[in-house]
């Protein structure tokens, strides 16, 4: 089907059936002669739709397909090309789950206007101004290079006239795409009709999406166009960061979030009073429970178990919270933290490791390199 | 007994696969789609003597026969069907479903005319340019030695 459409043949339509040229070998040619006999009365009788083949002066064109079976199991014949195609519509109206879901995702509102302003620099001076919603996406919008598409994208989200065009006319059921015409045409035309009503196909199995995302934009038409151009980049990027501090999607559960802050390189002594100086890392919390922290690099600490990405840090007598709130999310990452920077103590060497070599037989990791 | 033997002989016979025969139509139209010959390939194959007379075609030259492996089923256009059956009558002779490719259904008709004995094995592992030219070295050298034979005679 594929090869069909991507070639530029002469075909017939006749009644929604596609008839292809016919290919010849000596023994089709011996059946065409037959059933084209000036005796054959039931040849020119047929009415067209129910021919197999039909001759179109001197050329001979075959039955093939049926358009509309086409396009119905256009999903099952043609997955890929299907999504592709899917995607490519629902993008261009804006209406890919992520974006919608976006404006109305409790998790990534509480991460942006609740923990976000407690761990990022908000005011030059030593003001201590708290920001609402608006202002603290004013304030994203000023520290991060969201490009032009954006805001190109986020004039286009807040114009609803086409979804609400195409909702009417699924509601009234009326058919965008005129029938194929029947007769003798091209199959360039051909694809370009099947490509125009694919897209009515997709947009009429998305009517309750569309009536959902109108619902939202109707509630966010007010937004100013840079903070929707903020959410869109979110949207498309699934990863914010300011000052150290920033979130990324899950890779593993959709609608979650690996909230983070970034260490800085720091300093801890071992039992001698020798400085070890340890790299940047993030420590991190999921927004799916459970909520201890971790730090996402691959990393080595007296704290870590091993030398290797996505280990939880030790600490003892640690409570995690089994609620997600911002409150919470700011002390976990908080107790992260203090544990990495802070909690090593050289006198004690507690911890899964101690930064001095220890005259243990068990191997274990080796810190020398982090030496000052 | 000798009826259940026959009867047992023949079912052998039947049970046997039988390899599919080359089609000659399959063969032609198969070159015709792979190399795009058109209308203007009858107009060559018109003027292949003249073409011959006029080429000098190196003796120690041996071509390598080019492999092919034709379909079972052949399906051609229109055209294609109309210039294969249109090769297939001017040629008209056994040796063009050896032919591998055009200039081979060129030399088809020359090579028979020279020599229309060959060998099956022959036609499908040699060149039909290599075929060619050796049969004709052979007839020259059949001629010259008439010609001399002749004149000892005449001495």
């Given at each position: ?10 075909i ?5 059936f ?11 040619v011996?059946?065409?002669q ?17 021919n ?19 396009l ?46 407690y ?30 598409k ?7 989200f ?43 196909k ?9 009536e ?56 801890l ?14 420590v ?30 030790c600490?003892?007598?640690?409570r995690p ?13 908080e ?7 802070y909690g ?19 191997p ?9 | 007994?000798?009826l ?15 390899p ?7 063969q ?19 003027g ?13 030259r041996?071509r390598?026969?080019a492999?092919?492996e ?11 069907y ?14 063009l ?10 030399l088809?008709?020359?090579l ?28 020259d ?10 004149s000892?005679?005449?001495?």
């Amino acid at each position: 089907m594929k090869q069909l459409l991507d070639s530029n043949i002469e075909i017939f339509v006749e009644s929604d059936f596609i008839y292809m040229p016919l290919l010849f070998d000596p023994e089709v040619v011996q059946e065409i002669q037959a059933l084209f006999q000036p005796q054959r009365p039931q040849a020119i009788s047929t009415p067209p739709a129910l021919n197999t083949i039909i001759r179109l002066s001197n050329r001979y064109f075959v039955k093939g397909l049926e358009i509309h079976s086409l396009l119905d199991n256009f999903k099952a014949i043609n997955a890929y090309d299907y999504e592709r195609l899917r995607n490519h519509y629902l993008r261009k109206y804006y209406l890919l789950s992520e974006i919608d879901d976006i404006f109305i995702d409790e998790t990534l509102r509480i991460i942006l206007f609740q923990v976000m302003p407690y761990f990022v620099r908000k005011n030059r001076r030593l003001e201590r101004k708290k920001l609402n919603n608006e202002e603290m996406l004013d304030f994203i919008s000023k520290k991060i290079n969201i490009p032009l598409k954006y805001h190109q994208d986020a004039k286009s989200f807040r114009n609803l006239e086409p979804l609400k065009e195409i909702l009417r006319n699924l509601k009234d059921q009326k058919p965008i795409t005129k029938f194929f015409k029947n007769g003798l045409t091209t199959t360039r035309k051909l694809r370009d009709w099947f490509n125009e009503a694919i897209q009515e196909k997709i947009l009429a199995d998305e009517q309750d999406r569309i009536e959902k995302s109108l619902q939202v934009r109707q509630e966010f038409s007010k937004t100013k166009t840079e903070h929707i151009a903020v959410m869109l980049y979110i949207a498309d990027t699934g990863a914010l960061e300011i000052d150290g501090f920033g979130f990324t999607k899950s890779n593993s559960y959709t609608q979650e979030y690996l909230v983070y802050k970034r260490t800085g390189e720091y300093t801890l002594q071992d039992y001698y009073a020798r400085s070890y100086l340890f790299p940047d890392c993030r420590v991190a919390i999921s927004t799916y429970t459970p909520f201890w922290p971790f730090v996402i690099e691959k990393y080595k600490h007296p704290f870590l178990l091993r030398h290797k990405p996505g280990q939880e840090i030790c600490m003892k007598d640690y409570r995690p919270p089994e609620e997600l709130t911002a409150e919470n999310i700011i002390n976990v990452l908080e107790e992260g933290l203090t544990a990495l920077r802070y909690g090593y103590d050289g006198r004690r060497r507690n911890g899964y490791h101690s930064l001095d070599k220890t005259w243990v037989h068990i191997p274990t990791i080796d810190f020398e390199e982090y030496r000052v | 007994m000798d009826l259940i033997k026959d009867i047992k002989r023949n079912r052998l016979k039947h049970r046997q696969k039988e390899p599919l025969k080359k089609d000659i139509f399959n063969q032609i139209s198969s070159i015709v789609k792979r190399y795009e010959l058109n209308k203007n390939f009858l107009k060559v194959l018109d003027g292949v003597e003249d073409y011959l007379s006029n080429v000098n075609l190196n003796a120690n030259r041996v071509r390598v026969k080019a492999s092919m492996e034709s379909p079972l089923f052949s399906l051609v256009t229109k055209d294609e069907y109309m210039l294969t059956i249109s090769i297939i009558k001017k040629i008209g002779n056994s040796y063009l479903k050896f032919a591998y490719s055009p200039e081979e259904i060129l030399l088809c008709g020359p090579l028979f005319r020279l020599n229309p004995s060959l060998t099956p094995e022959n036609l499908e592992r040699y060149h039909f340019e290599t075929l060619f030219l050796h049969e004709r070295v052979k007839a020259d050298n059949k001629e010259h030695d008439e010609i001399s034979n002749r004149s000892i005679e005449d001495t």
